[in-house]
Structure formats: structure tokens, C-alpha cells
T-cell receptor, first 112, second 117 residues
């Protein structure tokens, strides 16, 4: 049972445009969400996170939106750059637990 | 410095071998993790150590044996593995073992690629 799902395995976006990566979850007990970026042959790198008490968190070109009623979050990257090409994982955690559940990942390709 | 160092980067072992994966962090973090990642799959949690005590074991087979000698080091001892255990093994750390709501983040190493032949 996949509790965190990223239904788009891949996304292709032109440089300078907005990239929107989506993530859905099923467990209403999740209350903290993180996005990671992963290049081939490297470990995941933390990008941005959001607590369930917020609906938006912004850090530079990256913004995460959380819709608790829909159990949906999204990562917006604007403007997209070729260096953003990587696999993006969303991850979720419940309160006071070290267990982080990862989604299946979306491969983003930003072309010139 | 947000670095988690894993060695070796690549390991090929036979099914009767005994080997170990090593992980080190010097960020003063008190929680350390082992994740396993197969190709085109998300990372899956194996073990969590919090303050040098095993706090989570995700029903991992006993052929994987974790060890936390001190707060900076985490080992994964491997014995009698199967070819299906071939994967990327990721070590990670976070500030403490109190979850992520307070703003904790997990920092990952680059991983150790394990091939079992």
C-alpha cells in the first residue's frame, strides 16, 4: 500500500517556465512533508518542507503548497533551470516519529 | 557542514561473504538511518537509531545487522545476502529522534551501491 504517491513518473519543462510536481497521500496522520531532489548516483538532497499547520512555504525559486482536505501537495519551481533536471521525491511523516515515507518520484527534465 | 559520508561507494560481494557498510556524520546529529533504494523505486526505511539505540527496525531480515558504535558512526553488517538485496544503501542523519515537525531534516549520504553475485 503506497501511502505517498507521485502519479507523474516524468515531467518535461522548458527553461524559464514553471515546473509543477504533484504528490498525493492517503494517511491523514501525516503532518510534515518534505521534498527531496536526487541526481543519479547521489543521495537525495533536501529542498523544502512544510508543516500541516501551513498551506504554503516558499524558499527562493521553490514553493510548496499543501491542501490538507485533498491530501495533496505540490512543488512549484519557477523559473525552471536545466540544473533542476533530477528526480524529485516527496516524503511524509507523522507527529513525533522518525519514519519518513517517500513517494515514487517524478523525473523532471528542463530543456533549453 | 551538512555532510554524511558513506564508504565504500561500490561493493560487490558473494552470497557467502561478510562485509560492512560504514557511515559517518559530524553534525552532532543524534538520529541515524539506513534506507534501501532499488532502481526506479523510492527509498525504503530499514533502521533508525536514536541516541545510539535502535528505535525502528522495519522487519528487515537478520542478514542485515546494524550497529551504532557512537553518535557519529553507523554500520550495516552484511552476511549471506541474496542477489535481490542488490541496491543503493543510503545512510542519513537528523538532529534528534523527535520527528520532523520541529523543523528537523534528514540529510542523506551519497549511498553505497551494493551488488550481490
Amino acid at each position: 500500500d503506497q501511502q505517498v504517491k507521485q502519479n507523474s513518473p516524468s515531467l518535461s519543462v522548458q527553461e524559464g517556465r514553471i515546473s509543477i510536481l504533484n504528490c498525493d497521500y492517503t494517511n491523514s496522520m501525516f503532518d510534515y512533508f518534505l521534498w527531496y531532489k536526487k541526481y543519479p548516483a547521489e543521495g537525495p538532497t533536501f529542498l523544502i518542507s512544510i508543516s500541516s499547520i501551513k498551506d504554503k512555504n516558499e524558499d527562493g525559486r521553490f514553493t510548496v503548497f499543501l491542501n490538507k482536505s485533498a491530501k495533496h501537495l505540490s512543488l512549484h519551481i519557477v523559473p525552471s533551470q536545466p540544473g533542476d533536471s533530477a528526480v524529485y521525491f516527496c516524503a511524509a511523516s507523522g507527529y513525533n516519529t522518525d519514519k519518513l515515507i517517500f513517494g515514487t518520484g517524478t523525473r523532471l527534465q528542463v530543456f533549453p | 557542514d551538512t555532510e554524511v559520508t558513506q564508504t565504500p561507494k561500490h561493493l560487490v560481494m558473494g552470497m557467502t561473504n561478510k562485509k560492512s557498510l560504514k557511515c559517518e556524520q559530524h553534525m552532532g546529529h543524534r538520529a541515524m538511518y539506513w534506507y534501501k533504494q532499488k532502481a526506479k523505486k523510492p527509498p525504503e526505511l530499514m533502521f533508525v537509531y536514536s541516541y545510539e539505540k535502535l528505535s525502528i527496525n522495519e522487519s528487515v531480515p537478520s542478514r542485515f545487522s546494524p550497529e551504532c558504535p557512537n553518535s557519529s558512526l553507523l554500520n550495516l553488517h552484511l552476511h549471506a545476502l541474496q542477489p535481490e538485496d542488490s541496491a543503493l544503501y543510503l545512510c542519513a542523519s537528523s538532529q534528534d529522534g523527535q520527528g520532523f515537525v520541529s523543523g528537523n531534516t534528514i540529510y542523506f549520504g551519497e549511498g553505497s551501491w551494493l551488488t550481490v553475485v
